[in-house]
């Protein structure tokens, strides 16, 4: 696969358990933020996105918390399994013409079976 | 199915060989963009597109092209390649701009530079 984890903090877990993913972004004007998931040889996919005018959402198995106060965004994974296993990443646009997002270095979760 | 399609997926060059990358998408996407993925440096945009005719500028375009004449294709052209150009690249389209809907990410394409 491709070596995109090098040099990445790394969450291990134990199947079953609940993870969670923790980036702050930069831009206090961001206010749009996505989760994206990359799998070993895979480009990113979409996991679950959140406005600024919202603090929680829900997706299945997955949960996106914002808190503006201090910029900083979560990802909870309930019920880990080892499909999870990935390399994730947060995102943020601060809006604008340019429609940039502008992304985390990434987190890899490694799940232990 | 729906997809952003690159080719090539790997691909070894020399120094100032010119060559492109293809991306094209089935999803009817208004904007499309390139990134580069680098240990330690995460993704970082060389160029975007909001529509047909329309290009810009991303963080790193020093050494890229591109166009867009067609809504589908947006491909990525590395006039003289140079060993710092060694990276992962993807391909991503959204049917809105970047910020204001999901982005569609293609395989990647793996590009060797000697």
């Known amino acids: 696969g491709e070596s995109v984890g090098l040099h990445l903090p790394t969450l291990s877990v134990q199947e079953g358990d609940n993870s969670i993913i923790n980036c702050a972004y930069s831009?206090?004007?961001?206010?749009?933020f996505i989760w994206y998931k990359q799998e070993s040889g895979k480009g990113p996919q979409f996991i679950i996105d959140i406005r600024s005018n919202m603090d929680k959402r829900q997706g299945q198995r997955v949960t996106v918390l914002l808190n503006k106060t201090v910029k900083h965004l979560s990802l909870q994974i309930a019920a880990t399994q080892p499909g999870d296993s990935a390399v994730y990443f947060c995102?943020?646009?601060?809006?604008?013409?340019?429609?940039?997002?502008?992304f985390g270095k990434g987190t890899k979760l490694s799940v232990k079976p | 199915e729906a997809q952003v399609t690159q080719n090539p997926r790997y691909l070894i060059t020399v120094t100032g060989k010119k060559l492109t990358v293809t991306c094209s998408q089935n999803?009817?996407?208004?904007?499309m963009s390139w990134y580069r993925q680098d240990p330690g440096l995460g993704l970082r945009q060389i160029y975007y597109s909001m529509n047909v005719e329309v290009t810009d500028k991303g963080d790193v375009p020093e050494g890229y092209k591109v166009s867009r004449k067609e809504k589908r294709n947006f491909p990525l052209i590395l006039e003289s390649p140079s060993p710092n150009q060694t990276s992962l690249y993807f391909c991503?389209?959204?049917?809105?701009?970047?910020?204001?809907?999901?982005?569609?990410f293609g395989e990647g394409s793996r590009l060797t530079v000697l």
């Open positions: 991503a389209s959204s049917f809105l701009a970047g910020g204001s809907g999901e982005l569609f």
């Open positions: 995102a943020e646009n601060s809006g604008g013409s340019q429609g940039n997002l502008i």
């Open positions: 999803m009817n996407h208004e904007y």
């Open positions: 831009n206090s004007a961001s206010d749009y």
